[in-house]
C-alpha cells in the first residue's frame, strides 16, 4: 500500500502524505496496528483489553482484576502489554485516567524495545506544547508527576521513565495525534498511537476516511485521487457548522482551517439553515432560509432559496430549535414507552416543520430519537426517525461516503426487520 503514497514535507504543512499514482475512490491505503493502545475507562469492565471486542462473558484478570479478556487467549497474547500496567494498577489500586494510560502504554511500549520514549518511533510525534497556554502547561503538571509514580510502580528501569518534562510533552503529543478507536458501530472505545497516520493532514472535506477493525486501523479513499494530490481525513465531526469545527481545531490541535469546506460559505447555510416557512399548492416549501454573516435572517427582510418572504422572527425560531434539545433531553429519562414516543413525535414534527433537511440538529436529534425508539423496543418509529439521518447532511458529505451514513442506513435496516 506504501508504494501508492508517499510522506513529504513543506516549510507550510511540514510532514503530509501524498498520492504518488492516480487512486480510484474506495482504495485502501493504509492499513497499521498502533504503537500504543488502551481500552477507554467507561469501556474496560465492558469490554476485552487485548482485541477491543464488546462481550457479556468476559473474565477479570485474576491479579489487577480491574482488566478484562475474552478468554484466556486474548490474556496471554495481552500479558506482554499488560504485565506492567498490571503492576502499576495493583500498587496504586487505581486504574490510570485516558490520556496517562496512553502515555504509559507508549513508555511501557518503548521499554519492550530497549528505548526510551522519546528514542522509539513515539519520538517522530510532534509536540504542541510551546503553543498551549500558561494555564494549560500548569495543568498538565499533576497528570505527569501521576505518569512517573505509576511508572515508577510498574517495575520498569528509571532510566526509562520519562522526566517531566517529558512527560508533560508526552501528553502534548497525545492531545494532538492519539486517535480515538471506534467499534464497527462507530461507538468509542479505545485510544491508539499510529504514528504513520499521524501524517495525514486534517480537512474538514477529506478525502480519506479512517475506520477500524479491532484495534488495526484502516485508511480508506473516499474520493478519486491524482499523482501529487495530498491524501487528508477530518481530526473533528466535520459535519458541525464551520464556526465550531474551525474553534475546536484550535483548541485543539493549534491551527486555523482554512480547508475548502471552511471557505464554503453556503455549505455552513445548508448546517444552520431554518426551513422555509411558506406553504406552496398545499405543501410546506422544502427550500431553505439562508444566513447571513452567521446570524439567521428571518423576517421581512429575508427570503428562502425560492424567494419566498419569510413571516416568523429569528428568534422564535432560535428559541423553538432550542426547545428541541431539551425535548430530546427530557425524553430520554421518561422510562414509559407510549410517552417517550410522543415526546420523539412531537420532537421529530416540530423539528421536520423549522429545520432545513441538511441542518446539523435535524441530523442529531434524528439519530437521538431513533435511538430512544430503539430502547423502547419501536422499531417501527426508530426506522421513519432514522429517514431524516439517511437522506440529511452525511448524504451530502463526502459525496454520500460516510461512515456514519452506512451506520444510519444498517440501523435502518434493523429496525425494519423489527430488530
Not at 410522543?342 to 429545520?355: N, P, S, Y
Amino acid at each position: 500500500m506504501s508504494s501508492n503514497w508517499e510522506v513529504s514535507t513543506t516549510s507550510h504543512k511540514g510532514r503530509y502524505i501524498r498520492a504518488k499514482l492516480p487512486l480510484t475512490r474506495g482504495t485502501l491505503v493504509l492499513k497499521s496496528d498502533p504503537f500504543a493502545y488502551t481500552v477507554t475507562n467507561k469501556q474496560k469492565a465492558l469490554r476485552c483489553s487485548a482485541c477491543l471486542k464488546a462481550s457479556e462473558g468476559l473474565r477479570g484478570c485474576g491479579r489487577c482484576k480491574k482488566l478484562y479478556f475474552c478468554n484466556s487467549q486474548c490474556q496471554r497474547r495481552a500479558w506482554p502489554r499488560h504485565k506492567q500496567e498490571c503492576k502499576a494498577i495493583c500498587a496504586s489500586q487505581k486504574v490510570a485516567l485516558d490520556a496517562m494510560s496512553i502515555v504509559c502504554h507508549a513508555v511501557w511500549r518503548a521499554a519492550a524495545d530497549k528505548k526510551t520514549l522519546f528514542d522509539s518511533d513515539f519520538g517522530v510525534l510532534q509536540s504542541n506544547r510551546r503553543l498551549q497556554s500558561t494555564d494549560d502547561d500548569v495543568a498538565q503538571a499533576p497528570t505527569a508527576m501521576l505518569i512517573r509514580t505509576y511508572l515508577e510502580s510498574s517495575g520498569i528501569e528509571a532510566s526509562q521513565i520519562p522526566s517531566i518534562g517529558d512527560a508533560m510533552n508526552a501528553l502534548s503529543v497525545i492531545k494532538t495525534n492519539s486517535f480515538t478507536i471506534l467499534d464497527d458501530e462507530m461507538m468509542e472505545c479505545g485510544v491508539g498511537i499510529y504514528p504513520l497516520a499521524s501524517n495525514f493532514n486534517h480537512s474538514c472535506d477529506p478525502n480519506v476516511v479512517i475506520t477500524f477493525n479491532g484495534f488495526e486501523l484502516q485508511a480508506r479513499l473516499i474520493r478519486n485521487v491524482h499523482t501529487g494530490d495530498e491524501m487528508t481525513i477530518s481530526y473533528i465531526d466535520n459535519a458541525k457548522p464551520r464556526e465550531e469545527r474551525r474553534n475546536q481545531l484550535r483548541k485543539q490541535y493549534y491551527f486555523n482551517c482554512d480547508c475548502s469546506l471552511c471557505g464554503d460559505t453556503q455549505m455552513d447555510d445548508t448546517h444552520l439553515a431554518f426551513r422555509c416557512q411558506q406553504r406552496v399548492g398545499g405543501n410546506q416549501c422544502d427550500a431553505m432560509v439562508p444566513f447571513d454573516d452567521g446570524k439567521q435572517l428571518v423576517g421581512d427582510d429575508a427570503l428562502c432559496s425560492q424567494g419566498h418572504v419569510q413571516s416568523i422572527t429569528g428568534d422564535r425560531m432560535n428559541s423553538t430549535a432550542q426547545h428541541l434539545d431539551d425535548k430530546i433531553t427530557e425524553a430520554k429519562s421518561v422510562s414509559e414507552s407510549d410517552r417517550a414516543i410522543q415526546m420523539c413525535d412531537e420532537v421529530m414534527c416540530t423539528g421536520r416543520k423549522i429545520l432545513f433537511k441538511y441542518n446539523t440538529q435535524l441530523t442529531a436529534i434524528s439519530s437521538a430519537t431513533c435511538d430512544i425508539a430503539i430502547n423502547h423496543g419501536r422499531f417501527d418509529k426508530a426506522y421513519d426517525y432514522g429517514m431524516d439521518g439517511t437522506r440529511g447532511l452525511y448524504r451530502i458529505l463526502s459525496d454520500g461516503f460516510d461512515p456514519r451514513l452506512g451506520i444510519q442506513e444498517k440501523g435502518r435496516g434493523i429496525c425494519e426487520r423489527g430488530g
